[in-house]
């Protein structure tokens, strides 16, 4: 493992000789390539939640909605996303995390808020992670002994101690280096494995109903949580945090992560969620894995993938909790140092034991899915950012380009509160039919 770098306030200059104050933090920054930073970003995106997304976003959509959204949901997050990218040394400051940046824009009070929608967010993403671990493993079990006597909660909890031993060992986003290998290969495995026996079942099987179920008012509620669902599929709510890691010139090498991200790193979400929706229809399960038939072992191992490149995502997106405990407690010099170790014990192994619990007690993932997307991703990815460039560099907008963002601005944010009632009419309602720690 790689010794945590403690990094304070000092000076570094870009490529065009202006002098960028960097903020202290127990974590490395400016050590990644921009490769490496999109393969984060691209870790993020194609997580286990794309086998998801057949069920979560195509059926509520249908043909016409789900292809279009999913289009106009890359487009509108790659510019949204490059809209903060451009922000990182705003005003001669290097922005490591959305707070700073958000407070050195509109003072103390946004950067407290902005620092619970972001872990808000981010803590309900690992609480997703958690399940889809242990759906996983249960798909697992159940391959092999459909006997019913291992409930869900059990492989949850599984899952939970898996993730909090890989927190303990990986200090730092950087240092996690050849895992982002790994777990491009088990998404790549899990999706090819998906799509190729999606196909198959596809070509076997009669025509199917594409038709966009349930009642008229229920049609309108699970649109607009799919509506939720695209837009999280896309983003993930902490660039600044990745964007410090990058090596200098920062944010010309971030453009090339999104960029990264938003082309090639997409291909594999769209193949997935289209794919399984053809040869499901509007039967399409929320983890695609439970819809696909083929040999055992095949779909072992694309279970086993979900589970590892899961942990590694998790990581990923527990990074800013973890960066924010070890500079406030001052946990720096080696990552092996008995007080470093027993600190993320304690810390991270406490973290992710309240999220295991959770995920445990409330195992709907869809619905987490469209929560997530309506009270922190909408807010953070659109709103926020369309709004701080307008602050920031107002001066130098033109006013078609200011209507353009305030457009931006007014539109998600009614989005992001109709998103929010219809995913918590979805909770409720599935409440209504699983009881707390149910098996699912």
């Not at 770098?5 to 920054?29: F, G, L, N």
């Not at 993730?163 to 990986?170: D, E, K, L, P, S």
């Amino acid at each position: 493992m790689d010794d945590v770098v403690s990094t304070r306030p000092t000076k570094v200059y870009d490529d065009q000789s202006i002098a960028i104050e960097i903020p202290e933090t127990a974590h490395q920054i400016s050590s990644d390539s921009w490769f490496q930073a999109g393969f984060v970003l691209t870790t993020g995106i194609n997580s286990a939640y794309v086998l998801g997304y057949s069920g979560a976003v195509m059926v509520p959509l249908g043909w016409v909605g789900g292809v279009v959204g999913l289009i106009l949901a890359t487009i509108i997050s790659l510019n949204a996303n490059a809209l903060i990218a451009m922000l990182h040394e705003f005003g001669g400051k290097r922005h490591i995390r959305y707070r700073d940046l958000a407070g050195f824009i509109y003072g103390p009070k946004a950067y407290s808020l902005t620092w619970v929608l972001q872990y808000v967010n981010l803590f309900m993403i690992n609480v997703g992670y958690v399940i889809l671990a242990g759906q996983a493993l249960k798909a697992v079990y159940v391959l092999f002994r459909d006997d019913n006597a291992m409930k869900l909660p059990y492989f949850i909890a599984m899952a939970g101690f898996a993730c909090g031993v890989f927190a303990i060992c990986i200090p730092h986003l950087s240092a996690l280096g050849i895992w982002l290998g790994f777990s491009t290969f088990f998404s790549l495995s899990y999706m090819a494995i998906s799509f190729a026996l999606s196909l198959r079942d596809g070509i076997k099987a009669p025509p199917r109903d594409y038709s966009i179920p349930g009642s008229d008012i229920s049609r309108v509620f699970t649109t607009i949580g799919a509506s939720a669902s695209l837009v999280f599929a896309f983003n993930t709510g902490m660039l600044p945090e990745i964007q410090a890691t990058v090596r200098q010139p920062a944010v010309r090498n971030m453009m090339k992560g999104l960029y990264f991200q938003f082309s090639v790193g997409v291909l594999p979400l769209y193949a997935v969620a289209f794919m399984g929706y053809w040869a499901y229809g509007n039967e399409a399960e929320g983890y695609l894995l439970n819809s696909v038939h083929g040999p055992v072992w095949v779909k072992t191992f694309a279970n086993i993938s979900v589970f590892l490149q899961t942990v590694v995502a998790l990581h990923i997106f527990a990074s800013p909790m973890y960066e924010f405990l070890d500079t406030k407690y001052g946990i720096k010099g080696s990552a092996l140092a008995v007080r470093n170790l027993s600190f993320r014990v304690m810390v991270r192994g406490g973290y992710l034991t309240v999220t295991t619990l959770l995920a445990a007690a409330l195992p709907f993932i869809g619905d987490f899915m469209s929560l997530t997307g309506a009270i922190s991703t909408f807010p953070l990815t659109f709103i926020l950012a369309n709004h701080m460039y307008l602050v920031a560099k107002g001066n130098k907008l033109t006013s078609l380009q200011k209507s353009w963002h305030w457009l931006n601005v007014i539109l998600f944010g009614v989005m992001s509160v109709a998103a929010a009632v219809a995913a918590l009419r979805l909770i409720a309602v599935d409440s209504k039919h699983y009881s707390i720690f149910a098996d699912i």
